[in-house]
Nanobody
Framework: QVQLVESGGGLVQPGGSLRLSCAAS????????MGWYRQVPGKQRELVATTTSRGSTNYADSVKGRFTISRENAKNTVSLQMNSLKPEDTAVYYC?????????WGQGTQVTVSS
């Protein structure tokens, strides 16, 4: 059973920082893609950042320069360092694991950026 557990969400003021973490467990292939997506009510889930087990990264234009994704392959963990947060970053953030034939999602963690 593959499980993804996120942590680190919360309430932060504009300009602040948060660090999200996701730990994956179960039967996971050595080569995979992990990433972060976010979603607000009534809107589609959107890409935030992804990283492969080889180290390649991809970011949404809206977060480039502010967010940094990283992973620790041996532990199947992925983190998202979020700096200079804006109110528009408010969303539920989901960890995603992509294997060759399947996709897994975490339960989501709320990030609220508000003064």
């Amino acid at each position: 059973q593959v499980q993804l557990v996120e942590s680190g969400g919360g309430l932060v003021q504009p300009g602040g920082s948060l660090r999200l973490s996701c730990a994956a467990s179960g039967a996971i292939l050595s080569f995979n893609v992990m990433g972060w997506y976010r979603q607000v009510p009534g809107k589609q889930r959107e890409l935030v950042a992804t990283t492969t087990s080889r180290g390649s990264t991809n970011y949404a234009d809206s977060v480039k320069g502010r967010f940094t994704i990283s992973r620790e392959n041996a532990k199947n963990t992925v983190s998202l360092q979020m700096n200079s947060l804006k109110p528009e970053d408010t969303a539920v953030y989901y960890c995603k694991l992509e294997l060759r034939f399947s996709t897994y999602w975490g339960q989501g963690t709320q990030v609220t950026v508000s003064s």
